[in-house]
């Protein structure tokens, strides 16, 4: 099996990460994840487990855990699509973190971790709570009117 390009494991562990905010696998996701930003010294990884707890507390007081969820999965998509650029041996570390703590989230916040993963010019469209509606190039959308493109 082919591994994953590193935006789809970066993606794969943000919304693990996020997921795991205000539950009870929380602390292994924040472990892990400061673990991974050790690679970056000592004053990186204190960021970073602020930054967490930070945005851990915001989901835990919002009235929308999923909105909040969602505002901050991409932040931390950016975050680790760094991180394993500049060290990408760390790939298989997240791998790790990602199924310990996948099935450790509710069930609810399991449909959260979402990979994805397009190849040879493929076309991936993903949503969460939400809908994708794609048209091919030049075909029109029941009920459109006029020129459409």
Request: with cysteine.
């Amino acid at each position: 099996m082919e591994p994953e390009p590193m935006e789809a494991l970066a993606l794969a562990g943000g919304t693990t990460v996020v997921a795991a905010m205000a539950t009870e696998a929380w602390q292994t996701a924040r472990e892990g994840t400061v673990r991974l930003f050790a690679c970056r010294g000592q004053a990186c990884s204190a960021q970073v487990g602020a930054r967490l707890d930070d945005n851990a507390a915001l989901v835990g007081r919002s009235a929308d855990t999923d909105r909040a969820r969602a505002a901050l999965a991409p932040g931390w998509q950016l975050e680790l699509e760094s991180l394993l650029t500049d060290h990408p041996e760390l790939a298989d570390e997240l791998r790790v973190l990602i199924e310990r703590v996948k099935p450790a989230l509710p069930q609810a916040q399991q449909t959260w971790v979402q990979t994805g993963i397009a190849k040879d010019d493929a076309l991936l469209a993903q949503a969460q709570n939400g809908n994708v509606i794609v048209y091919e190039a030049g075909s029109r959308p029941p009920g459109a009117t006029g020129r459409w493109q």
